[in-house]
């Protein structure tokens, strides 16, 4: 508490502090609340003092150097909100927060021209992995140049115990208590420590001699910023606050580097008026050196001039786009640059355009003379690309063992490329081959060869660059041999053809024979050879019919024949075979479910016979029939997949998608067994019985659709207006009703009005709608019926006169 007030009245400068008894040696600093410490800092703050200024007071006025590095440590602690180690940061603090990075300049977004990102180094500059920012959690250099307001800290140990916190002041000097001012700005941190100490050395003799006691510890604090403008040819010129140790590459990164205009090769660094440093960006994007990228300090000046020699690569380099060439430099310097050649470029001549002012100049660079042609201002350079030419290939292609491409070597002759490719196949075709070779001209020669005549050494031929030999097999020679079985086997299809295969072996390969097969009438048709389709005649096929078991075996003569290629084999389906059919009955029956169709005359009444008879509910005028009806499978896969695709559709109306339903009058059937009424149960039958129905539906233009209780007295017209009437766009004369056995009646027209069909139990009564009228059409159409007659009207007139 006394030393609070102690440095409270130092700050203050009332100068009481010299009369008062307290010993401040005797005080704990660490003891000091943080409202003490608020306190003192409203007071610097109110007297305009700096935390260096301040304690510097304290220190003339007899405080301690120990209690002074205690004083700043806690008002530093309280300013950066750190207690027992942890960040506490409050809104009534966040002020006093001390953060020398707050004011460093941060790098703006532009948008560059097209021409700017072409230019090599451009990129360099802005890309978003490589910012150039100094650490700041690192050691500082030892090269590192002192600057004014820098801090630096002194401690002594050993004999002699101190510690200093002195800044670098605008004089260019340290201040040290009893020993004076140490110049140090602008110069290396080991010199000024090496100056520091030799001053040291006057009030502390123990750090001299052979056998020292004391010894030192110089350190930097914290650093100033430095204030450096970039001008010229940059994207973002201006003034840019910078860390102490930032490099000259850290501000052209925040100035977006040189722009279109700007050069790479020729950057100053202007300190105090002279030019201390000229820095050439590619140093570094080409060789990686930065001795150039210099420390600045607050106040420098980087000049971005304008370029004088730019150069455009193109073609098969490894790096394309604006290169910038300086005095002396030639075509093998921009080559460098450029990162050399590609895998593909064509490397022994350059294309070199010139720009003479008023036209251009075309000039080929030999691979001789790319160091000795100089660059100008407006040259462009393209490197071209490899032509797909070989000097000394040839390929061999078909049957060999190793087709592919094959050195010519000197004398290289056809026979060798032969065995280099490990020989023929034995499927090889013996009786030509050809060589297709390229003449001078580029024109294409066929030397045809007898492969046979070459393997046996009768004759050869000599290679030359670039000749392509084909040798074919006997099956690239002829059409794909193959025979084909269809119809009642396992695995109907096409099979190749052997020598010697016989019709028993085809079956056998297709899985022999299905159950409704007909083994004693197989057919084979054959088609007419070369020598009969040489003449015109009427004969398309040959044919051979067949029999034999179901074991394979056939009679002597059908065992000795001899499938050709593309023969055909038949299998037919024995007559009597039908598929088993199913028929389904449900409702008021006594056994209802699927049954077999045991007869190809079976009929409706039988079925229900075997079904047990209807039970006493059924209501026979009801029931109906639902037929499959007869599609391919694609068909019915199409009309099912529609269906689908409708989400409105449910699945009994999606199934229904491939079923009829045909209109049956069971009441008849019952009393005529095998009349006309009795229809033949066909497979996929569904027949419906239903209990008696007491309902009658009225759908369709009616002022309220609902179903009605069936009574014997109500005629079609009451049904209606028990449903409201007819809709205002009824079409009452298309009324119709739909029975319960699925068939239709509807109203008739006659001398006395509308006869409406009759109403049964289970009928629905649908109500049709007139379609819209499109009034303005109808009066467009009586329009022109007029001015047509208008027009004849007048032409009849005319023609009277």
Known sequence: MFLFCFFALLIAGTGKAQNTNVNPAAVNVEALSDAQIEKL?????????????????????????????????????????????????????EDLIVNPEADLSEKEVFEATPKNKEVFGFHFFNSKNLSFEPAVDVPVSESYSLGIGDEVNISVYGASQQNYQLMVEKSGAILIPDVGPVPVYGIAFREAK??????????????????PNTFVSISLGS???????????VNLPGSYSLPATASAFTALYLAGGPNENGSFRNIDVIRDGKTIQSIDVYAYLIDGKTQNNIQLRDQDVILVRPYAKRVKVGGELKRTGLF????????????????????????????????????????????????????????????????????????????????????????????????????????????????????????????????????????????????????????DMREARTVEIVGEVQFAGTYAWAENLRIGDLIFQAGGFKEEAEVAGLEVSRVLDYKETSELTKSLLHTFQFSLDRNLKLDPKGEAFLLKPFDKVYVRRAPGYRPQGVANIQGEVKYAGDFGITRKDEKISDIIRRAGGITPEAYTKGASLRRRIELSEAEYQAKVAIAAQDTTMTEEEIEKVVYQIV??????????????????????????????????????????PVAHTFTQKRKLKDYVNGSGGFAERAKKGKVYVLYANGTTQATRSGLFGRRFPKVEPGCEIIVPEKPEVDKAGQASKWLAIASTFATLITAIAVATR
């Open 663 to 704: 209109g049956i009058d069971l009441t008849t059937i019952l009393s005529s067994p095998g009349g006309v009424e009795d229809l033949q149960v066909k497979a996929g039958d569904q027949i419906l019985v239903p209990s008696k129905l007491e309902t009658v539906m009225v759908s369709g233009s009616v002022l309220s």
């Open 194 to 211: 090496e100056k520091i100490k030799q001053r040291l050395l006057s009030i502390y003799n123990g750090m001299g001699g052979d056998r």
């Open 324 to 475: 910038e060439a300086q005095e002396n430099e030639s075509v093998a310097d921009l080559l460098r640059f450029a990162g050399g050649f590609t895998d593909k470029a064509y490397t022994h001549r350059l294309e070199l355009y010139r720009n003479n002012t008023r036209t251009l100049t075309f000039k080929g660079v030999a691979a001789a003379q790319y160091d000795q042609v100089q660059l100008l201002n407006g040259d462009s350079l393209v490197a071209g690309m490899l032509t797909e030419r070989f000097e000394n290939r040839v390929s061999i292609d078909g049957a060999v063992y190793r087709p592919g491409n094959y050195e010519l070597t000197e004398g290289l002759k056809l026979s060798e490329l032969i065995k280099e490719a490990e020989g023929l196949k034995e499927e090889a075709f013996m009786e030509r081959g050809v060589i297709t070779r390229k003449m001078e001209d580029m024109s294409l020669k066929a030397i045809s060869f007898s492969v046979r005549e070459v393997v046996k050494g009768a004759i050869d031929f000599d290679l030359q660059r670039e000749d392509r030999v084909q040798i074919s097999s006997i099956f």
């Open 41 to 93: 800092i409203s007071e610097m703050e109110k007297n305009g003092m700096s935390l260096e200024e301040a304690m510097a007071l304290a220190r003339a006025r007899g405080a301690s150097q120990v209690q002074i590095d205690q004083m700043v440590k806690k008002i530093n602690e309280y300013k950066s909100g750190k207690r027992n180690g942890k960040i506490e940061k409050t809104e009534e603090k």
């Open 223 to 233: 650093l100033k910023g430095v204030k450096v403008n970039v001008i010229g040819e």
